[in-house]
DNA sequence: CCCTACCCCCAAGCCTCGCTTATGCTGGAG
DNA sequence: CTCCAGCATAAGCGAGGCTTGGGGGTAGGG
């Protein structure tokens, strides 16, 4: 078997015409030069350097040697190259799933800040929910999956959440959910309310674990919402609550990039948040591109 | 520093998608793959393979490593193809430099054999004489040259062929000299004759080297001959003798692709012998492909 | 539901390999 | 003729790799 850094010396004693030389170039003391070439020639079966008092020369099998070693050496620091690029954050993509709201307002922020720090590196975007983002990622179809996740859920049912453990979960975002109520209502001048205060309001849901999320915080306010809408478009939400048919509670990232015609927001207490994280697998946050997108993602969210 | 044999465990890993896999694949265990793996990894400054509980899959810079290894380790193995091919004389060239009078008989027979025994291997013929062709074999032009020497000139003056004590020097052949006299001399029809009783003949030398050979033979034979010609050129000593100008002592090998017109050979007593040898250079010995040639060129002379 | 088989990681021990230092030898230059 | 440069060799040491043995986790089958 012939190794590369066996190649990489007899092409500098090629090049050089002596081993002292060689080591010179290579950093290292002419008897390690001399006996690779030895183990070269070993390996080989066949004299490659023909030593004449003078100079040092090639046989022929020398020569064929350093001619393939050539292109062999070039590969190989194209390798080193395009892997040191991507190690330094000068080359790499990261495929990133975002949930629908999402990215509205923290994923564009990450985006605009990646590519202000790391110009050479490219990000893609999808948009998937939970349950699918998690399968593409588990699939190798995305580097990172931002999703959400709701504490209480996730004290009440704690096998709801159960497939993420053996994932790299990084908080991103605490987003506090906020009511929503039609103009008018008699909550909305104060700017703030209970969740017990709108116990008897019609309820507008979002997505089907923002459902089960509000089921079971209003029950620990002490009552059990009547949900007459459900929808996972929260645009379609506020909507509904603009047109007076009910009341809702939003996670305020779903507000940052809009304005509510016909609903005010009031301050709900306790406050209750949905908390915004990125998933990606153990390995995968290694990569140093997928950790700067991280960060980013971390970074955006805290302004 | 990118070592090949990681690069080799690298596609083996990515072609089963299992370390236990690549690790059978490569006859090793298992253990050792991982190692080999963690060290690439850690060489590379970044995650190359995502190890999911399932299968094993790449990361972006794993793939790019993958496809650079493809064409490395392709370049290292037609490497080691090729010079195989020339250690197991599936190939290889060999240049041969001769000196004039041995390229008739015994180089011929030689690459005819070596053709048979070796058809992939090239060999390529000069003629020079033994100045000419040790410089040239020790400037690289030649790996073998074929020359003669006489071991009673050698004895007399060691000096003369000092320069080749850093040469392999294979004997190949010890050519006997013949004498070579008239049609009609008095000595044509005896078939043999000392050098004694042509001590007082008009003779005719070949080359230097062989004319001061011959001043030494016949000076212990008693005599200083006296010479009246000499040429390099053998074909031009034997019109001479058959012109009846004088006698000559020439190698038999000079005589077996020839029939001297006007001439006729005496056998010549005591026999001196022009010794043929083949030189090359200590490190060239042990290239396959010029043992072979110096083996065949030993054969043919033992014919 | 448990059990088995497979696969990976980890730790320890051993061994081999490669490098360095030191020394000897040879050839060429001043 | 002496000095210097270059290669080879030997000894010693340190690192690195491979193996064995054991543990944890997961998927598929009884």
């Given at each position: 078997?012939?190794?590369?850094?066996?190649?990489?010396?007899?092409?500098?004693?090629?090049?050089?015409?002596?081993?002292s030389a060689a080591a010179r170039e290579l950093g290292c003391t002419q008897p390690a030069v001399s006996q690779q070439m030895k183990a070269l020639e070993q390996s080989a079966g066949t004299p490659l350097l023909i030593r004449t008092g003078?100079?040092?020369?090639?046989?022929?099998a020398g020569e064929a040697l350093v001619r393939h070693a050539v292109g062999i050496l070039a590969g190989l620091t194209a390798a080193e190259e395009e892997v040191a690029a991507i190690a330094g954050?000068?080359?790499?993509?990261?495929?990133?799933?975002?949930?629908?709201?999402?990215?509205?307002?923290?994923?564009?922020?990450?985006l605009a800040a990646m590519r202000a720090a790391h110009p050479r590196t490219r990000v893609s975007l999808d948009e998937?929910?939970?349950?699918?983002?998690?399968?593409?990622?588990?699939?190798?179809?995305?580097?990172?999956a931002l999703a959400f996740r709701y504490p209480e859920v996730?004290?009440?049912?704690?096998?709801?959440?159960?497939?993420?453990?053996?994932?790299?979960?990084?908080?991103?975002l605490a987003d506090r959910l906020v009511g929503l109520v039609p103009?008018?209502?008699?909550?909305?001048?104060?700017?703030?309310?209970?969740?017990?205060?709108?116990?008897?309001?019609?309820?507008?849901?979002?997505?089907?674990?923002?459902?089960?999320?509000?089921?079971?915080?209003?029950?620990?306010?002490?009552?059990?919402?009547?949900?007459?809408?459900?929808t996972d478009d929260y645009p379609a939400v506020i909507g509904l609550v603009g047109a007076g048919?009910?009341?809702?509670?939003?996670?305020?990232?779903?507000?940052?990039?809009?304005?509510?015609?016909?609903?005010?927001?009031?301050?709900?207490?306790?406050a209750v948040h949905r908390e915004i994280v990125a998933l990606t697998l153990p390995d995968l946050a290694r990569v140093p591109a997928v950790g700067a997108m991280l960060d980013q993602l971390e970074c955006a969210a805290a302004r």
């Open positions: 078997m012939i190794e590369a850094r066996h190649l990489r010396v007899l092409r500098e004693v090629a090049r050089t015409g002596s081993f003078r100079e040092m020369r090639l046989t022929q954050l000068r080359a790499g993509r990261v495929r990133l799933v975002s949930f629908p709201s999402g990215s509205s307002t923290l994923v564009p922020a990450a998937a929910e939970p349950p699918r983002s998690i399968e593409m990622l588990r699939n190798g179809d995305c580097e990172i996730r004290a009440a049912a704690p096998e709801a959440c159960s497939d993420w453990d053996d994932l790299v979960v990084r908080p991103v103009e008018g209502h008699r909550l909305a001048a104060t700017g703030s309310a209970a969740f017990g205060d709108l116990a008897d309001e019609p309820w507008i849901a979002g997505c089907p674990r923002c459902r089960t999320h509000l089921v079971e915080v209003c029950e620990r306010a002490g009552f059990t919402p009547r949900i007459d809408f459900a048919l009910g009341v809702a509670a939003l996670p305020e990232l779903t507000l940052a990039s809009v304005r509510p015609k016909g609903a005010r927001t009031v301050r709900l207490e306790p």
